[in-house]
């Protein structure tokens, strides 16, 4: 079993009656952010532990992520995953509120979404007493030390799914080689993004055997839905003028979009960007940056019109990203102008787009690896180099067509690999034996 032969440490006990200690400060905190965000009181209670929602019968795997894109990541994975045990119940929990809504209208049959608790005693214990899951699956680098602990002192096989730790995380896990071992002893299996993960995996403590090298669960997940009506309207506005997107664009990347468009338009003087800002609620600064470039825009929270002299369209809305890929293929991925880590390119590829990146993507490194080696993806650097990507592609439909059937190959590949970690994972976590669908 899992961390039989691996103590708490003094750090891990230290961790623990600080979290206690610090809780009713902690859980202020979070309550106002949800409070903010116009979280009932009853989800709220949810962060100290207290469900919701009744527990199903039956066998139920809990799947664990941080926020939007390690939630979503997670749906088509818990998709197979009912297909293959169809007896098993399902819960996912994240912990913000943009997550909790966007999940909730992607629900896979037969499961619920729930926030977790905070990392010290109380929530914790109240939340496995209630949810008491046959097996926790925790998504990328959300490691919290009491809840892993807890729930693997309760029998519980624990995965880290598509684990992904940073240079930092690394170094800092170093420096605590006891601590680290402690934790990562609880988990029955790691399946990492990388080679590079799996080496630091194992150098900060990790059992070797309980390692395997895998893929990005986000090149996994299902295309981004689209809405029909939204998308019919808003192709009837544009008629058949060229387009092309800058998704989540980042606070310091706009500037360099509005340039190159604004030199595209000299030779497109009917070209329309769709702007897509990653954090909507930045739409007045955007604003101020349009007004300072001279181009004429309209928001889709204002329900304004697209018209012949509109030079930019700002979609500043949550979930509607799958509506816009739908419109054009060709898509600049923000968070990459600058050291953000970037965005997940799949996402635009499944739509059909082909898609440009700037060089900060070090969070989806292996993602882009292959769609830049095969012409799926291109890397530019300033806005010179965007304005004669995109020029090339609205210039070339040979060229175009060439590298959006690249960035669906790659797609393709990926996918492949799903199969592979639900056999794995049913497997290592002893769920086929639960499921009375499995037996004779």
Request: glycine share 6%; aromatic share 6%; hydrophobic share 40%.
């Amino acid at each position: 079993m899992p961390g039989s032969d691996v103590r708490p440490t003094l750090l891990y006990k230290l961790y623990c009656g600080v979290t206690s200690l610090v809780q009713p400060l902690a859980w202020r905190t979070v309550r106002k952010k949800l409070q903010a965000a116009e979280v009932s009181n009853q989800r709220q209670q949810e962060r100290l532990g207290y469900a919701s929602l009744d527990r199903p019968a039956g066998q139920l795997i809990w799947f664990h992520a941080a926020s939007v894109g390690e939630s979503l990541s997670v749906l088509s994975l818990i998709h197979r995953l009912g297909e293959r045990l169809p007896q098993t119940e399902f819960l996912i929990t994240s912990g913000t509120p943009t997550s909790a809504a966007l999940i909730a209208k992607r629900l896979p049959l037969r499961t619920r979404h729930q926030f977790p608790p905070l990392d010290s005693a109380g929530p914790v214990q109240r939340f496995l007493d209630h949810w008491a899951p046959d097996a926790a699956i925790f998504v990328e680098s959300e490691i919290w030390p009491r809840l892993i602990v807890e729930t693997a002192n309760r029998g519980t096989p624990l995965c880290l799914l598509n684990a992904r730790l940073s240079d930092k995380s690394v170094a800092g896990w170093q420096k605590r080689p006891e601590t680290a071992r402690f934790i990562l002893d609880r988990f029955a299996l790691f399946l990492t993004q990388n080679d590079k993960t799996a080496k630091n995996l194992i150098a900060i403590g990790a059992d070797p055997q309980r390692v395997q090298p895998g893929t990005n669960l986000k090149a996994m997940s299902d295309p981004l839905p689209v809405d029909q009506t939204t998308l019919a309207d808003v192709q009837r506005q544009i008629g058949d003028r060229p387009v092309w997107i800058a998704s989540s664009t980042h606070a310091g990347e706009e500037e360099a979009v509005l340039a190159a468009h604004k030199a595209l338009l000299k030779q497109y003087p009917d070209l329309l960007l769709l702007l897509i800002p990653r954090h909507p609620e930045r739409r007045e600064e955007v604003a101020t940056l349009l007004t300072k470039a001279k181009l004429t825009s309209v928001f889709r929270t204002k329900t304004e019109s697209i018209t012949n002299e509109t030079q930019v369209y700002v979609a500043d809305t949550l979930g509607e990203t799958g509506t816009w890929y739908a419109l054009c293929p060709i898509v600049f991925l923000g968070g990459s102008l600058r050291e953000i880590g970037g965005h997940n390119p799949f996402e635009p590829a499944q739509a059909g787009a082909a898609v440009l990146t700037g060089p900060g993507y070090f969070n989806f490194a292996e993602t882009f690896a292959p769609l830049i080696e095969t012409g799926g993806a291109v890397q530019v650097e300033t806005a010179k180099d965007l304005e004669k990507a995109v020029k090339t592609w609205l210039s070339n439909a040979a060229a175009l067509t060439q590298a959006r059937t690249s960035a669906r190959a790659c797609v393709t590949t990926q996918k492949d690999a799903l199969q592979n970690v639900i056999e794995t994972l049913c497997t290592t976590l002893n769920l086929e034996s639960k499921d009375p669908s499995s037996s004779g």
